[in-house]
């Protein structure tokens, strides 16, 4: 496998196309055609989809009734699948053909001077502008036929599915406008029965408001039926005795828009993207529902002919066009961030709120430290108390400084503290680990700088007790502060600290969503001026556990550097378990996203000093980190987590929610993937 070839790893490059239409001129049309094919070829596309009617013109009305007209189609046909011979996509185009003395508005499909098969038109539109009964004889039900076209006898009907042969996952349907506009489009169909692309050729004129509506049905059909559609509307040059077109063309993945052409463009063009068959095959594969469908639609695959074809496409670099979040739990649009922060806070504080109406208790018991994971948590509690109607006073913020806790952090914890109005107290957990670390004979209870795993978990441990017996004493419940990225990694110790809680508003948060959490918090004015710029304060922390003194250069303990950037590890949870990716194409996937700082955009207010790229090595080290601990080391943390509620789509490892997974796994099958096709 070539590790940098986008179809190596699960991608067709595929094309939508607004040719500048002529009306009536089937020869002008097929030179417009083969300019676009031979651009696409030049750019790796592997599909490409062209307009509807787009060989002669749609509204040119009775003029498809004219048997020069369609003869000059043939023959236009004829030259496209001659000249298809030296190009590598495969060309969906729409001509008006006749079988059996009915013209059907068609579509066709090509590669390498072969004519694959051709689709006509189920639904007819026959009603305000359209009149396309008076020309043409509906598809729908035509089924198992041959049809005589440009001298080849080809497959027809609307049970034609596509497949390559050679690149896994690669299956394509056609169908024509109208066609996804009916209650019953019959790509659905198609994708029960396999069919990962799904294609529309339109022509579909515009007016006020319907470049929306095609972008819903787009949207809507690509998601409900987990699959890529592919729309090209006509677009300059077709008449306008009576309508105006737009040249609307888009490709959709998985309810996503990936790219689309200019709309009223004066000449014609087409949008390219890699749209990852894959990655749709796995969701239909962890999704029942789209399964299900297949079997009360009666197995729709028995209905369809699968016609093979051999793509015979090279497997090398050419890049990977699509638009790829360094941040897949952090949206780069600044208004999908603004809603995904506000849906993220109020799903934690409505979740808290429930939680301690239903417990029946008071208070909240919460540690404050001062970093990023317990000041999130601690306003989450100090909204829930406010629609619940509490006072905030019934929070009980502890901070409790051990052998490591700096200054900046502790003073952040009490400012915070103050800023919220929360009951704050300070305990110093440092005589009672002493006596803890003297009583288990711990060197560091000699003298010794010696700190060791144990040591930490000395303190970790003596906070969560401290916590606890405080809970039971005023009447409290303990607030959770661990986040989804540690959970992921394992980094908690097991059964205290950012493990246990009696409730955990943060556990299918993922760290890297946390700064921009809090920062929306104090930018939408959740709270008062004083608290919100304490907030922002805090955003400048480095991650640490401070369970380690500073070195004699005074370096602070840094998790990252043990565990790896919470940016890559992140991007490492996301797509193997939404997905369940392959570690080597995450590594793709990771690297290309990650390679150059300069390019791609980044989050809204994401400080630049913090702008970062990986090199593929360093893409590689950290994954293997993430899928050593992930698979083999700390399942059983998650086997044991407490209640919280799911934030994230991808984020929740909860036994009870999104994974389950056995505590004694062996991390083999993923390691060899990285180590086999990763360089």
């Not at 077709?238 to 063309?249: I, R, V």
């Not at 505590?663 to 083999?668: I, Q, V």
Request: net charge negative; proline share 6%; aromatic share 8%.
């Amino acid at each position: 496998m070539n590790f940098y070839s986008n179809r190596a790893q699960g991608f067709v490059r595929v094309a939508v196309c607004t040719p500048r239409i002529a009306v009536a001129d089937p020869a002008a049309n097929l030179l417009e055609t083969l300019k676009l094919a031979r651009e696409g070829h030049a750019g790796g596309a592997d599909l490409m989809l062209f307009p509807e009617l787009g060989l002669s013109a749609y509204a040119i009305d009775d003029l498809l009734l004219q048997d020069a007209l369609l003869q000059a189609v043939n023959a236009a046909l004829a030259e496209l699948v001659q000249a298809s011979r030296d190009l590598q996509p495969v060309l969906v185009v729409g001509a008006p053909l006749v079988r059996n003395g009915r013209l059907y508005n068609c579509a066709v499909a090509l590669a390498r001077g072969r004519i694959l098969g051709v689709v006509p038109k189920s639904f007819l539109p026959n009603y305000r502008e359209y009149y396309e009964n008076r020309w043409f004889a509906p598809g729908a039900g035509v089924r198992g036929l041959e049809i005589a076209v440009a001298g080849q006898s080809a497959p027809f009907g609307t049970d034609l599915i596509f497949e390559a042969s050679d690149v896994p996952d690669f299956a394509f349907h056609m169908e024509l406008c109208e066609d996804f506009w009916a209650a019953t489009p019959p790509s659905t169909l198609a994708a029960l029965a396999g069919a990962t692309v799904l294609c529309n050729l339109s022509a579909s004129n515009i007016v006020v408001g319907k470049a929306d509506e095609r972008a819903l049905l787009c949207a809507s059909q690509s998601m409900r039926c987990q699959a890529a559609y592919l729309y090209a509307a006509a677009g300059p040059g077709e008449s306008t005795t009576d309508l105006a077109w737009d040249g609307q063309a888009t490709i959709h993945e998985l309810g996503r828009l990936l790219a689309a052409t200019r709309r009223f463009p004066d000449a014609a063009q087409m949008a390219l993207a890699d749209v990852d068959v894959e990655r749709m095959r796995l969701e239909r594969l962890r999704t029942p529902t789209f399964n299900n469908a297949a079997v009360a639609a009666g197995h729709p695959e028995h209905a369809f002919r699968r016609i093979a074809f051999e793509h015979a496409a090279e497997h090398v670099d050419i890049g990977l066009l699509r638009a790829h979040d360094r941040f897949p739990f952090v949206p780069d649009d600044p208004a999908r961030l603004d809603q995904d922060c506000y849906e993220a806070f109020n799903i934690q504080v409505q979740g808290l709120a429930k939680r301690l109406d239903a417990a029946g208790v008071r208070r909240v018991v919460v540690g404050v430290s001062g970093g990023l994971d317990s000041t999130h948590a601690l306003i989450v509690a100090a909204k829930a108390f406010d629609a619940l109607g509490r006072p905030r006073t019934d929070i009980l913020g502890f901070t409790m400084p051990g052998f490591a806790t700096s200054e900046g952090t502790r003073r952040n914890a009490w400012a915070l503290m103050r800023s919220l109005g929360v009951t704050g107290e300070e305990i110093d957990i440092q005589p009672a680990a002493r006596t803890m670390l003297e009583a288990i004979g711990h060197p560091f209870a000699r003298g010794e700088p010696v700190y060791d795993v144990t040591f930490e978990n000395v303190q970790a441990g003596l906070r969560s007790d401290f916590l606890f017996r405080l809970a039971n004493q005023r009447e409290g419940l303990v607030l959770g502060t661990g986040n989804l990225s540690e959970s992921a990694l394992g980094w908690q110790t097991y059964g205290v600290g950012d493990h246990m809680s009696h409730y955990n508003v943060n556990g299918s948060v993922p760290k890297t969503l946390i700064q921009h959490l809090i920062r929306w918090v104090a930018a939408t004015g959740q709270f008062d001026e004083t608290a919100s710029a304490t907030l922002l304060g805090v955003l400048g922390t480095e991650i640490s556990p401070e369970l380690v003194p500073q070195s004699a250069a005074g370096a602070l303990q840094s998790t990252q550097s043990r565990i790896g950037p919470y940016e890559l590890q992140d991007f490492n949870l996301f797509y193997l378990t939404r997905y369940g990716l392959r570690p080597s194409k995450v590594a793709f996937l990771a690297w290309h996203a990650w390679r150059d700082a300069e390019a791609g955009a980044w989050p809204a207010h994401f400080p630049a000093p913090s702008r970062r790229a990986y090199d593929l090595p360093t893409v590689k080290q950290w994954l293997e980190v993430f899928v050593t601990r992930f698979f083999a080391l700390s399942q059983f943390k998650r086997s044991a987590m407490p209640n919280g509620p799911k934030v994230m789509s991808g984020g929740n490892l909860s036994p009870r929610s999104d994974w389950r997974a056995p505590s004694d796994a062996s991390a083999r099958v993923w390691l060899d993937d990285l180590t086999r096709n990763v360089p």
